[in-house]
Each structure stands twice: as C-alpha cells, then as structure tokens.
C-alpha cells in the first residue's frame, strides 16, 4: 500500500531549495532553469536538472532524469512513497512520467500557463479516469522558480536582439 510522504513545512522548504540548487546548476550550463529532488523516507535520493541541450534529448527534463535516477537507485520501476519536488510545473510528458512511477506526491513551484499538465493547462496527476492519482501541492517557492526562468529567457532574448 503507497503511503503519502509527510512533511513540515521546513522540509518541504529545504526539498524546494536543493530542487531550485538543481535549476541553478541548470542556468549555469546554458539549460532552462528547471531542478528537481525526489524523497523517500526523509532522505534525498535523486537529484537532477535539465540536459535538454546537453545530451540533445527531447526528454530529459529533469523530473524524467530525477525519476530514472531513482529507479536505479531503488531497483524498481516502482517510486511509492516517494515524493517528487520541482521547479516548475511538470509538462504532460512529465506529468505521464510520474503517474507511470507510481509517485505518490508531487511539489512544484512556479506554475505554466504554456506547458503545465498538472494544474494550469490540464489536471493530468489528479485525473479520476487513470489507474494513479497524485497528491499535488502548487506554488512552493514559485516565485524564485519563475525569477530564474524569467531571467534565462531574458537573456536569450538580449542575445537575440543584439544579434540584429
């Protein structure tokens, strides 16, 4: 039987920060911004952040790279209670990802309007017609999320600008 982690508030703080430590790391190699932290008994057990551009792979987002990080360490395709810490809202891609992991809850910071799959755009993680639901909590620490993402972009587009 899959049991909901449960954190303090203090926890939830902390999990966020290593999450948003992660997007850093991400900004720093030229990727989005985007960190992720997966839990299971109080306990870090995988960390991860965009390699998009990287390794030039449609999906590895980070909660994907948290989520097979994971699976190795655990042995198991299985991520029962687990909880999943992000950045940002996972897309539809990532949102799939953790119903099929079996993650029980899922944190996220900043929400998007453009790609969101969990709350903004769909409700994939909490959706009554699938096998799995996911406990989700929104906007832990969305603003520094969303400042890091909203300060990439605009570098990208200085870059484009002074280009012409």
């Known amino acids: 039987m899959t049991q909901i982690p449960i954190f303090s508030a203090e926890q939830i703080d ?21 960190g992720a932290v997966i839990v299971k008994d109080n306990e870090i057990i995988a960390r991860a952040h ?13 909660e994907l790279v948290a989520i097979e990080s994971a699976n190795h360490i655990l042995n198991s395709w299985r991520l029962e209670n687990t909880a999943l810490f992000v950045t940002l809202e996972p897309c539809i891609m990532c949102a799939g990802a953790i119903i099929n992991a079996r993650i029980p809850t899922v944190y996220f910071g900043a929400a998007d309007s453009k ?33 890091l993402l909203q ?11 002074s280009k012409k």
């Open 14 to 34: 902390y999990f966020m920060q290593v999450a948003l430590n992660e997007a850093q790391l991400a900004d720093e190699a030229g990727e989005v911004p985007i």
């Open 50 to 62: 965009n390699h998009r551009e990287a390794h030039q792979l449609a999906t590895a987002h980070a």
């Open 115 to 147: 790609g969101g799959g969990t709350r903004s755009l769909y409700h994939l993680l909490e959706d009554d017609r699938l096998n799995h639901r996911v406990e989700v909590h929104p906007d832990i620490r969305a603003s520094e999320g969303g400042r």
């Open 151 to 161: 300060d990439f972009f605009g570098k990208i587009r200085k870059k484009r600008q």
